[in-house]
């Protein structure tokens, strides 16, 4: 079966840092683009990082450029997603997703949620 | 950045009946050199992650009912389904990935 499962979320306070997680099975992982994107309690998705399938590219959202960081790491097939100087805004469920043909997203993990408060 | 505006933000279908969610960018998501609109459309039951339903703006991934159909090009596109079910209530999202930079609809509430 094709899965992601995230982990690392957590209450934080604002100023922090955090480290998610994303596990993958079920596909050849270092073949595939894979994704970060959040969702804001009661609020919509928000695509948040992309990284290529040997690192080499990254893009991010203009919300988060300079205080997250997505890397990953083929011979464990996991994605991580660094996350520094944490704002209040930045609460929401992170979903991992594997990035398929030029841009859609399937499948999803279960998301791992971030809370940033004092 | 490409924004992508869905209408409307919510709307109530009779079982049976058919719903239409419209999602238009801010510029064109057709790429000329292989006339393929970068276009994706999601669904989110309460409590789940989003699940991919169409790609390519009208290409149904595997396992999508048939009642499930997607349509438009260039800036326009629609979301039709047809004979809606009690299990469809859902948001629905657009999403946009033409280029490095990815964008969502702000999501469309369907109910009963």
């Known amino acids: 079966e094709v899965q992601v499962v995230e982990s690392g979320g957590g209450l934080v306070q604002p100023g922090g840092s955090l480290r998610l997680s994303c596990a993958a099975s079920g596909f050849a992982f270092r073949t595939y683009w894979m994704t970060w994107v959040r969702q804001a309690p009661g609020k919509g998705l928000e695509w948040v990082a992309n990284i290529k399938e040997d690192g080499s590219e990254r893009y991010y959202v203009d919300s988060v450029k300079g205080r997250f960081t997505i890397s990953r790491d083929n011979a464990e097939n996991s994605l991580y997603l660094q996350l520094n100087s944490l704002r209040a805004e930045d609460t929401a469920m992170y979903y991992c997703?594997?990035?398929?043909?030029?841009?859609?997203?399937?499948?999803w993990g279960q998301g791992t949620l971030v809370t940033v408060s004092s | 950045d490409i924004v992508m505006t869905q209408s409307p933000d919510s709307l109530a279908v009779s079982l049976g009946e058919r719903a239409t969610i419209n999602c238009k960018s801010s510029?064109?998501?057709?790429?000329?050199?292989?006339?393929?609109?970068?276009l994706a459309w999601y669904q989110q039951k309460p409590g789940q992650p989003p699940k991919l339903l169409i790609y390519?703006?009208?290409t149904r991934e595997s396992g999508v009912p048939d009642r499930f159909s997607g349509s438009g090009s260039g800036t326009d596109f629609t979301l039709t389904i047809s004979g809606l079910q009690a299990e469809d209530v859902a948001v629905y999202y657009c999403q946009q990935y033409y280029g490095t930079s990815y964008t969502f609809g702000q999501g469309t509430k369907l109910e009963i």
């Open positions: 390519w703006a009208s």
């Open positions: 997703a594997r990035f398929i043909g030029f841009g859609w997203l399937d499948p």
């Open positions: 510029q064109s998501v057709l790429y000329s050199s292989n006339n393929k609109n970068y």
